[in-house]
């Protein structure tokens, strides 16, 4: 008897596979793919995680509103503004699924975040991606890319894995390119590293337009990534969409209290970003002294190209 089959296409997709986390003979190898925090959670967000050890048998808050209390407290995002998830991805996935009819695109650029794919093409959509311009966001070919069927445009600012960004100027051109019709979502995974006058996460923007999201996470700068806690900035109508189709307890409840109490400790937040700030400059310095040419990056990586010679290609760094 044949098994019952999943939504055309389904198969087709490949799995998300984050990137190895052992190695056969080293006890605590250093992973640098997945960007997470140097320092890992802040002192008060441990201390939180342990007094909630005890309450275990009880369901979280279905609204995160201790979160959304910080959140309100600290970014002064409105609270009817706010949805809070199991990571930005659980955001990703809940407009993907909220917004896209069967057929519908979503448009990306060429280097940007695998999830969006994924997430589009299990909510029966299809994902279309535009060429970038030295490894970064091209806003031109993003809106010479947008069709009849786009329905949202997702860019991650700054992106993974390039590092690179498009300023505030850009980005309101990129909003005023689009049909009102078309969601932008604004991934700022990687904001709080950004030290550049001309950037901006998203949020003052979000506020000029009913189209416009940005998505925000605890799992790198925070270094809260093993709790899987995100949140969205989105227009009121688009909140309470989502929060009509979201899990009932989608964000557990030691995860809520460490990441309020994250977000909170301004001391931990600064200390980490300056670290990032000296050591990500020092590395890109010290790669282009050994004939190597990082791209320049504000993020807390770089990417880095090898050049095409015996013994100096990607591969042999590896090994």
Known sequence: MAP?????????????????????????PTKLSSNEGAFGPSPAALAAYRAAAGNLHRYPNGGAEILKDAIVERLGIPRERIVCGAGSDDIIQLL????????????????????????????????????????????????????????????????????????????????????????????????????????????????????IVVTRTFSKVYGLAGL?????????????????????????APGQVAAAAALRDTAFLDASIAHNEVWRDWLAEALAEAGLAPVPGVANFLLIPFPDEPGRRAADADA
């Open 4 to 28: 019952p089959k999943p939504r055309s296409g389904l198969l087709k997709l490949a799995p998300y596979v984050g990137g190895a986390s052992s190695i056969a003979g080293i006890a605590r």
């Open 228 to 252: 899987r806690i995100g949140w969205g900035d989105c227009p009121p109508a688009i909140a309470d969409v989502l929060n009509r189709i979201r899990a009932p307890f989608n964000v557990n």
């Open 96 to 211: 993907c699924h909220a917004y896209l009819e069967p057929g519908d695109h979503i448009l990306y650029s060429r280097h940007g975040f695998l999830i969006y794919k994924i997430a589009a093409i299990v909510a029966g959509g299809v994902a279309d991606w535009a060429p970038e311009r030295a490894l970064t966001a091209d806003v031109d070919a993003l809106l010479a890319a947008v069709g009849p069927r786009t329905k949202m445009v997702f860019i991650a600012n700054p992106n993974n894995p390039t590092g690179t960004y498009l300023s505030r100027e850009e980005i309101a051109r990129l909003r005023a390119g689009l049909p009102e019709h078309v969601l932008l979502v604004l991934d700022a995974a990687y904001c709080e590293f950004v030290r550049r006058n001309d950037y901006e996460a998203g949020h003052d923007l979000a506020r000029t337009a009913d189209n």
